[in-house]
């Protein structure tokens, strides 16, 4: 009777596998495809959710848990907060000032798909272990013997990366502070002295001045179509300062090297 409890699959299991399993597939792809962090976020939750459902149904309790708990109670609403409290809109510039780097994202998507679809093909679908023998000391026992014996090299791997990982977070985000920080009434203040109320450009992009008929700039030099209104973009009333910009660089740089020269002249004639 076990033998073919572990071959046949009950009504109940079949339409809870084909919901559920339709359900983690669309939010799979809802995570990737939205606009919006916050909308990719809350899909990859509901995944998350769906997945620790399976694990339950299949009688990896503590896996389920684990899941529910930890990854989509813990990391994931913790990252949907940053995301909420940072802000990430999509006036941020998406241009890519590193070279090769999508050409290199690509290539290891591609090597991954290749390790998926061989694991799928070479997986058993005549036999079925189960989870009898695994669960015969319990489930958590189970998945201590086989993490630190079968798959002890794996494990620790994969924590060494994530350590990496977090470590390099904190190396690139971390700046020394040489000032002491402002505070609230002094930004407002230092903001009203400046002549500038609005609100300030998105990060990644260059603003010369708060109007509204002047696109910001991005990364590359070029205008960002999504900083100025779509019914000013219709009607052709944005104005281009980008020359502007480089030609007031340029005068810039101009008068830095006339200063520098008529300082070094100065001090070769005191001499």
């Known amino acids: 009777m076990t033998q073919l409890a572990a071959y046949t699959t009950s009504t109940g299991e079949a339409v809870q596998f084909w919901v559920l399993g339709t359900v983690a597939v669309i939010g799979a792809l809802c ?10 976020a809350l899909c990859l939750a509901g995944t998350m959710i769906i997945l620790a ?9 503590f896996l389920g848990i684990v899941q529910v ?34 050409w290199l994202a690509g290539l290891c998507g591609f090597g991954f798909a290749i390790l998926l679809f061989a694991g799928i093909g070479n997986a ?14 319990g489930n958590v026992q189970g998945l201590a013997e086989s993490i630190f014996t079968k798959y002890v090299f794996a494990f620790e791997i994969t924590g060494a990366l994530l350590i990496t990982a977090t470590v390099g977070a904190m190396v690139l985000t971390h700046r020394e502070r040489t000032e002491r920080a402002k505070t609230q ?72 090297e006339d200063r520098l020269e008529r300082s070094s002249k100065g001090e070769e004639a005191s001499k």
């Open 31 to 40: 995570t990737i495809l939205m606009k919006k962090a916050v909308h990719s």
């Open 53 to 61: 459902v399976f694990y339950l149904a299949n009688g990896a309790y």
């Open 69 to 102: 708990v930890v990854y989509t109670g813990a990391i994931m609403m913790l990252f949907l907060f940053v995301v909420m409290l940072v802000g990430v809109t999509a006036a941020d510039s998406l241009k890519e000032t590193i070279k090769g780097q999508r």
């Open 124 to 137: 058993s679908v005549s036999e079925f272990a189960g989870l009898g023998k695994a669960n015969a000391g």
């Open 185 to 256: 009434r002094e930004m407002s203040e230092e903001r009203v002295r400046s002549n500038h109320l609005p609100p300030l450009p998105a990060p990644g992009v260059y603003a010369r001045h708060n109007a509204v008929d002047v696109a910001g700039l991005l990364p590359d030099g070029t205008p960002s179509e999504l900083t100025v209104n779509k019914t000013l973009r219709e009607r052709g009333q944005i104005r281009d300062v980008s020359n502007e910009a480089l030609d007031d660089l340029r005068a810039l740089e101009q008068r830095s």
